[in-house]
Nanobody, 118 residues
């Protein structure tokens, strides 16, 4: 069973930075893409950023100037660097890994809380 473990969340002041990590229990090159989602309080889960197995990143428009997704295959780890954080970035951040070829599969981590507040 694939496990994804997120870490790096916490309380940060507006304008601050955090780096989230997602460590997979298996070779992340086995996934077609890895993604970060977030779920703000009382809202639906939304896509933050994704990175393909080839290392190509994509971002939600509202976050592409502040967030950077990266991966270190040798460490089976995906990172999300978040800068210039705003109170509206407060959410539980989830790591997701997907396999697109049949049978398609999707794996989720347990989430890590990010709170942006003064």
């Amino acid at each position: 069973q694939v496990q994804l473990v997120e870490s790096g969340g916490g309380l940060v002041q507006p304008g601050g930075s955090l780096r989230l990590s997602c460590v997979a229990s298996t070779n992340i090159l086995s996934f077609d893409a890895m993604r970060w989602y977030r779920q703000p309080p009382g809202k639906q889960r939304e896509l933050v950023a994704a990175i393909t197995s080839g290392g190509y990143p994509n971002y939600a428009d509202s976050m592409k100037d502040r967030f950077t997704i990266s991966r270190v295959n040798a460490e089976n780890t995906v990172y999300l660097q978040m800068n210039s954080l705003k109170p509206e970035d407060t959410a539980v951040y989830y790591c997701n890994a997907i396999v697109l070829t049949y049978p398609s599969r999707s794996y989720w981590g347990q989430g890590t809380q990010v709170t942006v507040s003064s």
